[in-house]
Structures are given as C-alpha cells and as structure tokens.
C-alpha cells in the first residue's frame, strides 16, 4: 500500500490541478443542477451537486477498475515492463499538460467520442435534475464524457498491472476533481481563481513529472530500494 500512497498523491494533484478542464466540460452542467432551485434552499443545491459528483466519480472508478483487469492481464508479461515505462510518460505528459507547457493529451478525447453519440441521449433524459437518484445516475453517465485529461489518467491507472489499484487511482482522481467542480455550482469563485494561477499549476506539474521519472525503470530505482534496505538493516541492528 505504500507503494501505491505517490500514486495516489499524483492522481489527486492531477484531479485538484486539471479541474479548471473539467470546468470546461462540466461547468455548465453544473450551473443547471442548480439552476431550478432556489438560492434560498443551498443545502438542497449541494446534496445535488454532491449526489452528481458521486456518480460521476464512481464511474471513474468502474472505468478503472475495467481497464484495469486488461492491465493486470499483462502484468506479468513480457510486457510489464513496458507498462511501467508508459505509466512514467503519461505522468510526465500530464505534468507537462497541467504546467502549461503541452496540450497534447486533448487529442486523446477522440478516442470516446463514438461511445459518447450512444450515452448522450440518456444523459438529456435526466434533464432538469429534480432528485438525488437522477443527479446520481447523471452525473454516472456524464463520466464517459470524452475527456482527454481522464482519458490520459485512465490509461495510466491501467497500466499499473492490478485492476484494484486501477480503480483506486481513479477513484482519487476524480475526488481531486471535487473541490473546483463543488464551488463551481454553488457559485464560489475563490477555490477557481487559487487553482488557475501559473505558480500553483506550475508547481503541480512539476510534482507530477517527478512522480512519473520516480515511475520510470532505472538506476534510480535501485538506489532507492537499496537505500531503503541499508536503512531497514542498520535500524534493526541499532535494536
């Protein structure tokens, strides 16, 4: 488990620094959860919010956890280790897209756009929000939206090689993806503007990248599991 704890930090990060994205493809959604109830009745305008962040996290989850059994099938393979070659690239192409500094993981958002035209449909049925079970399952569907950031970050959960540890990391994913998504619909602009500044996105991506180069086989790997063994062996001599 200790293993997978810098996995899940960058999943969160990814999810915390890519929401200013996810508030372009869900901000208007968000503002018509709540466009029906009154101002007055805030509690009811967050259970729905909440309602339809839940679903929409839980289908990261089962996307994770889907993929995921692909990745564990290959896991011990031949080509394990190319697997973890491409978990370290996509974290760095990720880093690099949250810093500003590459956009090119928005072309992967053609790859759902054919499973998309089929759920679309149903997601309009649910329209306007009027209970807790339709902003659910709203909020299930509206996660197939294509989406080059999860996208990215699915097929990195994947690549893991476990499906349990996929669904995990998308699960961490997509509650990092809460904080913007929850002060977007209830009006609140403070957590946004914090989000988008250069610094803060900066420093994300780069905590990112040095996640994905700590992925990445090496000798740098050695280094860090000798040492922890040599510190291992010397606290056990000291007792």
Known sequence: MLELLPLLISAVVLGLLGGGHCLGMCGGLMGALTMAIPAEQRSRRLQLLLAYNLGRVLSYGCAGLLLGLGGWALANSPAAMGMRI???????????????????????????????????????????????????????LWGWLPCGLVYSTLLWAASQGSAVDSALL????????????????????????????????????????????????????????????????????SG
């Open 86 to 140: 491409a978990a370290g690239l996509l974290l760095v192409c990720m880093g690099l897209y949250l810093g500003g500094w590459w956009s090119g993981l928005t072309r992967i958002e053609a790859l759902g756009r054919g499973l998309w035209r089929h759920i679309q449909p149903f997601s309009k049925r649910l329209l306007p929000v009027t209970s807790l079970p339709r902003a659910l399952l709203l909020g299930a």
């Open 170 to 237: 998308m699960l961490a994913f997509g509650l990092g993806t809460w904080p913007v998504l929850l002060a977007s619909g209830l009006a609140a602009e403070r957590v946004n503007r914090l989000l988008r500044k250069r610094n803060i996105r900066m420093a994300g991506g780069l905590l990112v990248i040095l996640f994905g180069l700590w992925t990445l086989p090496g000798p740098h790997q050695a280094w860090l599991m000798g040492h922890g063994a040599h510190g291992a062996a010397s606290a056990g001599q």
